[in-house]
């Protein structure tokens, strides 16, 4: 509540929300849920349920070309979708939203469309070229940009991080430098938790004409993205992260880029003119959406960024950073827990990664859900992180809008059983 205060808005009823999720009114070995794992995917309200309910139930048809009435509704349906994300997003031009599967098909898009890019143009990548990243990316992030090198010639760098979890940014002109063709960088780390500073990423960026891609999806469903204030070129997000279902990401990209790039995936809704002897392909963002698209899941999401929009997301993240705080104080208080991260609430989201001396981490999940609590253990596919930490993996908390404080606490007494348990 302190939180909310300090930043000056009204807090919103934490338990009117919560009535509007009916998984969190269930019970998990007879112990109420505390659902922790809102950093892998997110808990679904009513009215986003509801809302593609709807659609399926009255209004479902394929896309775009058909004159009946369903076709036209749907259509009609998906495009007010793609406006609504784009609004969410501060996007100047809703045609430079790109519904994808998830958000790994949305960075594999614009990888690939690169490699894809004819020899000399902006967006080729080659022998000599450079791909930088950082160490805390998630494999989403990562891994196209190995393939990319690795088809292309280019070279592969990354940004290292300093002990307590944050860029370390001494040798940044060195490693962002007139070679560098893409920069791909994390805002809010799933593993970690920090925020990343993108003006400063940005600016080197653009201090030697490279590309900027930024991985959103732990931080559009949490805080106010505005894509022309953060000044990247593409930016990434994922449904299911955010209160719609999955099967659902986005990428945002500059409409002059999108018009301008390759197609990464070929077939029907992406072309314009069909001969055997060759296509020519539709303009942005068609021609990076072929087949039929996620018709009824971008209706769910464009409900769920209306749900968040109606919330307040300063208000989500404002509540969001007092629970975050709560944690890290609890976990500092006891023996034999260390946080993976960094340790205060500055400049950082609301993923917390611990370890607990002499206890796996799969074994700490096991026993937190016996008392009906949710986390994620592992490496939350940011491998080299725990690399570089010297831990073979993690247990993650992460709290969302409709979390409350008690929950907090009851995660920090499981943590002191488990170690109990363990230490008989």
Avoid at 157 to 180: A, C, M
Avoid at 222 to 230: E, F, I
């Amino acid at each position: 509540m302190t939180a909310l205060v300090d930043a000056g808005l009204a807090p919103y009823d934490v338990e009117v929300v919560r009535a509007d999720f009916p998984v969190l009114a269930r019970t998990v070995s007879g112990h109420p849920l505390v659902y922790l794992d809102n950093a892998s995917s997110s808990q679904k309200p009513r009215q986003v349920l509801d809302a593609e309910r709807e659609f399926v139930e009255q209004h479902y048809s394929n896309v775009h070309r058909g004159v009946h009435t369903l076709s036209q509704e749907a259509t009609d349906a998906y495009e007010a979708a793609r406006t609504t994300v784009a609004t969410f997003l501060g996007a100047s031009d809703p045609h430079e939203v790109v519904f994808t599967k998830n958000a790994t098909e949305a960075y594999n898009l614009v990888a690939y469309s690169f490699g894809n890019a004819a020899a000399g143009s902006r967006f080729s990548v080659g022998p000599g070229d450079e791909v930088c990243v950082t160490e805390m990316e998630h494999h989403s992030n990562l891994v196209p940009w190995q393939m990319l090198c690795e088809r292309t010639g280019a070279t592969l760098r990354w940004i290292p991080l300093t002990d307590d979890g944050r860029l370390d940014l001494t040798d940044l002109d060195t490693l962002v430098n007139e070679r560098t063709k893409v920069l791909a960088f994390v805002h809010v780390s799933n593993i970690l938790g920090t925020e990343n500073p993108v003006d400063v990423l940005v600016a080197r960026a653009r201090e030697v004409g490279a590309f900027t891609l930024l991985d959103g999806a732990q931080s559009a469903p949490h805080q106010v993205v505005d894509v022309q204030r953060l000044g990247v070129d593409f930016f990434v997000l994922t449904g299911h992260k955010m209160l719609a279902p999955s099967g659902v990401g986005v990428l945002w990209g500059r409409k002059e880029l999108l018009d301008a790039m390759p197609p990464f995936l070929g077939g029907g809704s992406m072309i314009e003119v069909v001969q055997m002897s060759g296509s020519t392909y539709a303009p942005a963002p068609e021609r990076f959406e072929a087949g039929t698209p996620v018709i009824s899941q971008a209706v769910a999401l464009a409900a769920a960024c209306d749900y968040l929009s109606a919330l307040g997301l300063d208000r989500v993240a404002a509540h969001e950073q007092a629970l975050t705080g709560r944690l890290l104080d609890g976990l500092h208080a006891l023996d034999g827990v260390s946080v993976i991260g960094p340790a205060t609430t500055e400049s950082r989201g609301a993923a917390v990664s611990f370890a607990i001396e002499g206890v796996h981490p799969h074994d700490i999940g096991q026993s937190l859900d016996e008392l009906g609590i949710a986390v994620r253990v592992g490496h939350h596919c940011a491998a080299p992180v725990c690399r570089r930490y010297g831990v073979p993996a993690t247990t993650r908390a992460s709290s969302y809008l409709y979390n409350t404080a008690g929950e907090v606490d009851a995660l920090l007494e499981g943590i002191a059983t488990v170690q109990r348990f363990w230490r008989r």
